[in-house]
């Protein structure tokens, strides 16, 4: 949803009434304007600026996101009922409108997260992803057992529920929820004779590193017995890892086609083509610096390449000892999620076929070689060889998408 309009208090909200008409109901203005008044004048705190957001589409009138760090707040007064729809809506209903009445909850659409403030929301969409992740998990956990209609995403509301069964967390006497994505963990590409991985060795149970959101179970003398890494993802593929070439394989590569015959590729960057299948005259041709062909310079498929080297690379980027949370930005904005075990993790290291090679784009032409392969859960899995931060600059980036099968 858009919510990204902001009203600072309840005067800009009837200032702004030409606006504001086609997102709330004129009827219900003065219920809004009390709830913001209350947040505003109860609340001080950079973290409390801008209390409520307002979707911005008329299709989702008088549909209000309450900011985050209010949800504790506002239920303070329940506390045998905390973070729950039920009791967020007990407390709004004590506030007053400038008529004397209480605020008509009952007709008024909530959710909860921070919206596109800041780096958030829109603006951010893992993060924003984290925000709903953990504030569902949290209706959940607060209300177990829970009452089915607490969360509002149906969607969201699925896939918690499934994941409560799938690792059977209702026996736990506490579920903790730690948001963890801001680490942002790296996993360097490392390539030798043998193979190629990501990450800072070959342990390939990798939980701990990718995670966004960690659960906890804990038992009734207080010890974790129940740990669930969450990945999450958001977008219509998913990135495993995106590695940087230039420090080690490819630093001091030519801008221009002046110097390229003298330039010397590095042993690794040779090991990765001979991996791959990448033909190097070909490579370095697409990165040259003249005019662009209109069309790519050629689509192959290599007869020589280590298919147990992308086999390797392809399961150190999955990994294992993680669930995957996949919401869709597309079509039905679905939320896939699965258990990532080390049979699925050695299901995609195998290839189906050989890998074909686009140097210079599939189509129309770009400053990048790709090399797509197929595996048993996964269409196509992308590697794009680039600058990711300017394409008219020399390539220093291994990028991989992967396209999922259903």
């Known amino acids: ?34 709830i913001l008044n209350y947040l505003t004048d109860n609340f001080r705190g950079s973290e409390f600026e801008q ?3 307002i979707d911005d589409r008329p ?52 959710s909860y997260g921070d919206g596109s403030r800041g780096n958030k929301g829109v603006n951010n969409r893992g993060l924003g992803f984290e925000d709903d992740v953990v504030a569902s998990f949290e209706i959940w956990k607060q209300g177990e057992p829970y009452e089915p209609g607490q969360i509002l ?15 059977n967390l209702t026996k736990y006497s506490e579920i903790k929820i730690v948001p963890e994505g801001a680490l942002n963990k790296a996993r360097p590409l490392n390539v030798n004779a043998s193979g190629m991985y990501v990450g800072g060795s070959m342990v390939f149970d990798i939980g701990k590193t990718v995670t966004d959101v960690t659960v906890q179970g804990k038992s009734p003398r207080g010890s974790v017995d129940k740990t669930v890494y969450l990945s999450l993802k958001k977008g219509a593929t998913v990135s495993y890892f995106n590695a940087g070439l230039g420090s080690g394989l490819l630093s001091g590569y030519p801008t221009s086609s002046g110097n390229i015959a003298n330039y010397k590729h590095k042993p690794g960057f040779l090991q990765l083509c001979e991996h791959f299948g990448i033909d190097i005259e070909l490579f370095d041709s697409v990165f040259v610096y003249k005019t662009p062909p209109r069309s790519n310079l050629g689509t192959v498929t290599p007869t020589k390449y280590n298919p147990r080297a992308i086999g390797q ?25 699965f258990e990532v075990s080390p049979q699925y993790m050695k299901n995609n290291g195998r290839l189906i076929g050989p890998p074909t ?32 931060s300017n394409t008219a600059l020399p390539p220093k980036d291994l990028l991989s998408n992967f396209y999922y099968k259903t």
Not at 15 to 31: A, G, H, M, R
Not at 66 to 84: A, C, H, M, W
Not at 320 to 332: C, L, P, R
Not at 372 to 385: G, L, W
């Open 313 to 337: 690379l392809i399961e150190s980027a999955i990994g294992y000892g993680f669930h995957m949370v996949h919401k869709f930005d597309t079509g039905d904005r679905r939320i896939k999620h």
């Open 51 to 53: 209390p409520i957001a």
């Open 59 to 110: 299709t989702n009138a008088h549909k209000l996101k309450i900011r985050k760090t209010f949800v504790g707040k506002l239920t303070e007064q329940y506390p045998s009922n905390p973070q729950t729809q039920v009791a967020i809506r007990q407390a709004l209903s004590r506030i007053k409108r400038k008529d004397g009445n209480p605020v008509q909850v009952g007709k008024l659409g909530f």
């Open 153 to 167: 995403d149906a969607k969201m509301e699925k896939f918690i529920v499934e994941l409560v069964e799938h690792y």
């Open 357 to 388: 090679i686009y140097y210079g784009g599939t189509s129309s032409f770009s400053r990048s070689v790709r090399i797509q392969v197929q595996t048993s859960d996964y269409r196509k899995i992308d590697f794009v060889i680039r600058n990711k």
């Open 1 to 34: 949803m858009a919510y990204s309009y902001f009203p600072k208090d309840a005067q800009e909200l009837y200032k702004n009434e030409q606006k504001v008409k086609t997102l709330i109901q004129k009827e219900l203005l003065d219920d809004v304007a009390a």
